[in-house]
């Protein structure tokens, strides 16, 4: 059985450093791609960045430079550093595992399996 469990979230100052732990258990990550995403307060899921088996890197506009996915695929766990939050990143936090890879990353319903999700807020 497919899990994954999120972990690393918290209350931030702006400018701050958070760093999200996605880990994951029941199948190999060499053979899944990993999204991450959020959930602001009363808006829908959005895709933030995403992993493929084959280590290629996606990211969402809004948070190139200031956030970073990396995978230790020892340790089956997948990282979301995020760095110079803002205010507007506060949301509820979610890693997500499929089996596609390319533009179909980026759309919540081509994920099978989710984690339980991490708030994340930045606020001073």
């Known amino acids: 059985q497919v899990q994954l469990a999120e972990s690393g979230g918290g209350l931030v100052e702006p400018g701050g450093s958070l760093r999200l732990s996605c880990a994951f258990s029941g199948q190999n990550l060499r053979t899944v791609s990993i999204g991450w995403f959020r959930q602001p307060p009363g808006k829908e899921r959005a895709f933030l960045a995403a992993?493929?088996?084959?280590?290629?890197?996606y990211y969402v506009d809004s948070v190139k430079g200031r956030f970073t996915v990396s995978k230790d695929k020892d340790k089956n766990t997948v990282y979301l550093e995020m760095n110079s939050l803002k205010p507007e990143d506060t949301a509820v936090y979610y890693c997500?595992?499929?089996?596609?890879?390319?533009?179909?990353?980026?759309?919540?319903?081509?994920?099978?399996?989710w984690g339980q999700g991490t708030q994340v807020t930045v606020s001073s």
């Open positions: 997500a595992a499929t089996d596609l890879t390319g533009v179909s990353l980026g759309i919540p319903k081509n994920y099978q399996n």
């Open positions: 992993i493929t088996w084959a280590d290629t890197i």
